[in-house]
């Protein structure tokens, strides 16, 4: 599949700048990301980030905190592997 060129404005020049899509695509990197309580019932083999570690590492009056890190590193098939965190 053959894709047209992305066509921006610059304002300031008020040129019309044409890129490359396949060329521009080469420079990023697709990313997902998906809620704890989404993924509740699913596995993963792929490495993943679990963001904000440090808040819910914190002990709460109910064990929220406490099921939400066990649902958050249980999705993983190696969790020694493929998990890292963000604090």
Known sequence: VQL???R???EQT???IEI???KLML???SGLCITIHKSQG???DDKYTIHE???I???DKNGMNRKLRYTAQSRSTNPEKNISYRI
């Open 57 to 59: 590492s914190k002990p």
């Open 4 to 6: 047209e060129p992305l």
């Open 8 to 10: 921006l404005y610059q």
């Open 27 to 29: 420079n990023f990197m």
């Open 14 to 16: 008020q040129n019309i």
């Open 53 to 55: 570690w440090g808040r």
């Open 20 to 22: 490359d899509k396949e």
């Open 42 to 44: 699913e596995n993963f």
